[in-house]
């Protein structure tokens, strides 16, 4: 084993050493078993999680739960062939076994991994100041007991209010018969409001929430109990006045943020390199091509420190970069890992990431957003006759191979003559991925990347993301609601 | 390619045991009730893409779910480690979990005299679906890509076949006297071909066959045809106008309306008035011709047992069918022991249980009962009006009822199927759409644990261009 000078925390190798009995002539031998029967490649992938989770509801501590998992994932690589294992076994003979069983996609004469391996040198993009299961129960309940007074306090229309925190610890070590050796430890947690208004017949429900890679400092501001508690409040309360959102094809801004969903899901999936190594993404063949606005850059970013999205290394134990996607309104690039790098002969970005060690890896997102423009966002909304101003957003979801995406606002209001006016009920917008941003006309001045809140879901495995934007305007977007 | 056997070290009844060994362990370490929660499982999956094998993954894991309680207070801790050391951690770390949460005057187990388990086979669970070697497990995937692939010169590309085989134990015991548990199997196959016109404009769509029983699934071959055929209705597809058409749901997508209506009779929706039907029992809240059952103790026309069939739920109560609507009346909430206390009520049995955290509402095979008419009958009747297909989104607010997403489908003219139209929305209010309802098909088939038959709405708008 080789170290980089000055690798930051080689103690995350330490822990799965002691506590599990790793050495590296067991890692060794596991890749030998991988590639007994020939292969590219392979890739031993250990993860450690303890997940712990409080909640109030009712203003009662009702909930509190704890879970611990470990396993080892084995991948083989064989040209485009990949053969996977795993087991929740750590002993020398369960893993020695799942080699051999993700070895039978090859079929060939055994190949020899490297010998030694080459520590990747990683970012410190969060230092660990979470405990595991030494934490401090207290000063997390009090978090969650803040933000329900602060939401009861907020209205007497607020009748129900739920608050949790979750947080887990994720412990990963990555060894590879390229030689490539990786550990890293993800603290991730997060601080969820969720309540019911009510005023005669009319129930409503609004949440918020916020969280990333950080210790319990990060709950202050916009993203402190009472802070999201007054967001979740005031959207319940702000639905109960809402009319009926209008259907059809509008002018539409959406405000900074979480919005940015609206990238994550109109371009982010579709430049995935394995769709487009497989040509199956709307996207396939546009590299250069003008697929936006002018105005509009994109860029993955997976180096912020501190963010939900972010990571020091990716679940392929490569570092994560900052990756322009559209730069000016053309295509750049994609995200890729080691298989579609290799097979697309393209650099990889870093972006190779799987929900456990029960999953395959394959190319995510991190945190994606767009930078900012020059417009200020009030000059943006003064400049629409008739259109929706959107600002929250629940979920969304793409077809990558015809490009129709959908995500669906939460908070809306009409602008109407350059101003703000009614808020509207739930309503999904509609759009094609390729053409979508090719009518965003002005682009504000106010970045702002989402509070952590995002998951995202691809071939069933969900991992974090972040999402951002400054305030955007579209020419036309279908908005689906059922008003005039 | 030698197939290796799933690794099991301990048999059902060796799981029992243990599970009954950790709560007693849990009492005597001082916990006044446990609920032990063990799931064991095995997969087996390939894809192949093109005809080569693209992913081939097999393995096996089990995990242990622990929930104590201290009088009102309750916790719960769960671990894959069964290592006597890491059972050791599991129960100390939920009591001491248990000792900050505060006490919940509806929180606890059920009754003793309410524990039950279906009895007779349930025929939930089949040897063969790993009865195939592995090289004919490929050739199954291999052979619906095929299939799809070679029925028309428009089918281009593909994201794969698949074929896919699965075992699984669930084990429950509790500290009121109740242990129980029962093994699952699944094997299925699936084709996801891409199409594409003149015009280079691309569309995927795909078709599945999934099943108890390997002897019960479709051929791959007419997987495949059928994953071909609605990925080419696809072709050509464009938008329409903005307007207010009849809205015809094919089963496929009928099945998620049949969902939200199970979200919104959930107990949890219900007592915290979270659910547009909560208040509304007794209320006729659809059509007449609307009936909803959830039953858990089904067995398909082949004699195999659903897939929302099980001895118990998961709080260790028998299973049961629960007429929900009953010709437009709200008949039943579906509630587990917790939503029920909360009600004033009884639970139904309808309680799911993971390894970690407190029970959650479950549906069994829960379905619309199916009507007279035929699909054809149903879009014959409408004169312009839109046939969905697919649906895309999350856009359905159960407490509101307000529904908005994304859709694909047919456009019905004069009756007939049309051309394909796609990047539109669908929208409505559940509440009103189930007054809407103005045809029922006769065409209930259970591809999964929710079914529903063709369904025609009357008064949602379509947003298009």
């Known amino acids: 084993m080789t170290h980089s000078a000055g690798s930051p925390h080689p103690n995350h190798k330490r822990y799965f050493f002691e506590k599990f009995g790793l050495t590296e002539r067991l890692l060794e031998r596991c890749l030998g078993q991988a590639l007994s029967a020939g292969g590219d490649y392979a890739d031993l992938y250990f993860e450690s999680v303890t997940a712990t989770a409080l909640g109030v509801d009712e203003q009662i501590v009702k909930s509190a739960s704890q879970g611990t998992s470990a396993g080892c994932g084995i991948r083989v690589l064989s040209g485009e062939r990949t053969g996977y294992a795993y087991t929740d076994s750590l002993s020398p003979e369960r893993v020695l076994h799942a080699a051999r069983t993700a070895a039978l996609i090859a079929s060939g004469p055994a190949k020899q991994p490297v010998q030694g391996f080459i520590e990747t040198p990683s970012a410190n993009l969060y230092p660990i100041p979470l405990g595991g299961f030494d934490l401090d129960l207290a000063a997390r309940l009090e978090l969650i007991l803040r933000a329900d007074r602060a939401a009861r306090a907020f209205d007497p229309r607020i009748v129900q209010v739920r608050a949790s925190y979750s947080e887990e610890l994720r412990r990963i070590l990555i060894a590879a018969s390229d030689g490539a050796f990786a550990s890293d430890t993800q603290p991730l ?98 590299i250069g091509q003008p697929v936006a606005s002018p105005k509009v850059t994109v860029v993955d970013n997976g180096t912020i420190a501190g963010r939900r999205g972010s990571l020091n290394v990716d679940d392929e134990g490569s570092p994560t970069q900052e990756t322009v996607l559209i730069e000016n309104g ?60 959107a600002v929250n957003f629940g979920g969304g979801q793409v077809d990558i191979t015809n490009g129709k995406f959908v995500f669906s606002a939460s908070e809306a209001y009409l602008i109407e003559d350059g101003k703000v006016t009614a808020p509207v009920r739930d309503a999904t917008l509609i759009g094609n991925g390729p053409e979508a941003l090719k009518y965003v006309s002005m682009v504000g001045n106010d970045l702002k990347l989402d509070e952590g809140i995002g998951t995202c879901g691809k071939n069933g495995q969900s991992v974090p993301v972040g999402v951002g934007m400054p305030t955007i305007k579209l020419d036309k977007m279908t908005v689906g609601g059922t008003g005039r | 390619m030698p197939h290796f056997p799933a690794q099991s070290d301990l048999t059902g009844p060796e799981l029992e045991t243990l599970a009954m060994d950790v709560v007693a362990l849990a009492v005597k370490a001082g916990a006044s009730d446990a609920e032990v929660a063990i799931r064991e499982g095995d997969e087996f999956s390939v894809n192949v893409r093109m005809g080569q094998v693209e992913t081939l993954k097999e393995s096996g894991s089990r995990g242990l779910g622990l929930r104590v309680f201290l009088g009102k207070r309750s916790a719960s801790s769960s671990t894959s480690d069964l290592t006597s050391d890491g059972i050791r951690q599991l129960v100390d770390g939920a009591l001491a979990l248990a000792k900050v949460t505060e006490d919940d ?135 329409v106008l903005t307007q207010r058409v009849p809205i015809v749901f094919a089963p496929e997508v009928a099945r998620s309306l049949v969902g939200s209506i199970f979200e919104a009779v959930s107990g949890d929706a219900i007592w915290r008035s979270a659910s547009f039907l909560a208040g509304k029992l007794g209320a006729a809240i659809a059509v007449p ?92 009747e409408v004169s312009a009006g839109l046939y969905v297909t697919s649906l895309m989104g999350f856009g359905v607010n159960i407490v509101t009822g307000d529904y908005s997403r994304g859709a694909t489908g047919l456009w019905i003219e004069n009756g007939q199927l049309t051309h394909a139209v796609e990047e539109i929305t669908i929208a409505g209010n559940l509440a009103e759409m189930l007054r809407n309802v103005t045809a029922i098909g006769n065409d209930l088939v259970f591809r999964g644990a929710v079914a529903s038959p063709t369904l025609r709405i009357d008064g949602m708008t379509i947003a298009g261009a």
């Open chain 1, 189 to 286: 947690c997060r601080l969820n409001v969720f309540v019911i208004a009510s005023q005669e017949a009319i129930t409503t429900k609004g949440a918020a929430g916020g969280g990333g890679r950080a210790g319990l400092e990060q709950f202050t501001g916009n993203k402190s109990p009472e802070g999201l508690a007054h967001e979740a409040a005031r959207a319940a309360i702000l639905q109960l006045g809402a009319i009926p959102a209008p259907a059809g094809e509008m002018q539409v801004v959406l405000g900074p943020g979480w919005p940015g969903i609206l990238l994550h899901e109109a371009v982010g999936h579709g430049l995935e390199a394995d769709f487009n190594r497989k040509k199956t993404s709307a996207f396939t063949g546009l």
């Open chain 1, 330 to 389: 053309i295509l750049k690039g994609y995200l890729s890992d080691k298989l579609s790098a290799r097979l697309m002969d393209m650099p990889n970005t870093g972006s190779g990431r799987r929900e456990s060690y029960q999953s395959i890896p394959m190319p995510r997102m991190t945190n994606t957003y767009m930078l900012a423009g020059e417009d200020a966002p009030e000059d943006i909304l003064r400049s629409v006759k008739r259109g929706l101003y």
């Open chain 2, 105 to 239: 005057p509806f929180t606890g187990l059920p009754e003793p005299d309410e524990f039950g388990c279906l009895s007779g086979d349930l025929h939930l669970y089949s040897e063969d679906v790993y009865s195939l070697p592995g090289p004919e497990r490929i050739e199954w995937a291999r052979r619906a890509e095929a299939a799809a692939l070679a029925a028309d010169p428009r089918i281009t590309n593909s994201s794969g076949g698949t074929f896919d085989a699965a075992t699984g134990r669930r084990v429950l015991a509790n500290s009121r006297g109740f242990v129980g548990g029962y093994r699952t199997s699944y094997a299925g196959v699936s084709a996801s071909p891409l199409a594409m016109d003149a015009n280079g404009q691309m569309q995927r769509d795909g078709w599945w066959s999934s099943a108890r029983r390997l002897a019960d699934l479709e051929s791959p071959e007419s997987v495949g045809q059928e994953a071909a055929r609605r990925t080419l209705r696809r072709l050509g597809a464009r938008r």
């Open chain 2, 289 to 380: 011709g609307i009936t909803i059952i959830d039953d858990h103790t089904m067995l398909l026309p082949t004699g195999v047992g659903g897939f929302g069939t099980s001895p118990f739920d998961g709080e260790g109560l028998p299973t049961r069918r629960t007429v929900v609507i009953e010709n437009g009346i709200l008949r039943s909430y579906l509630l587990n022991a917790y939503t029920a206390r909360k009600l004033g009520m009884k639970s139904t049995h309808n309680a799911s249980r993971g390894l970690a955290g407190t029970p959650g509402i479950g549906c069994g095979n829960l379905f619309l009962q199916p009507g007279t008419l035929t699909p054809e009958q149903i879009i014959a």
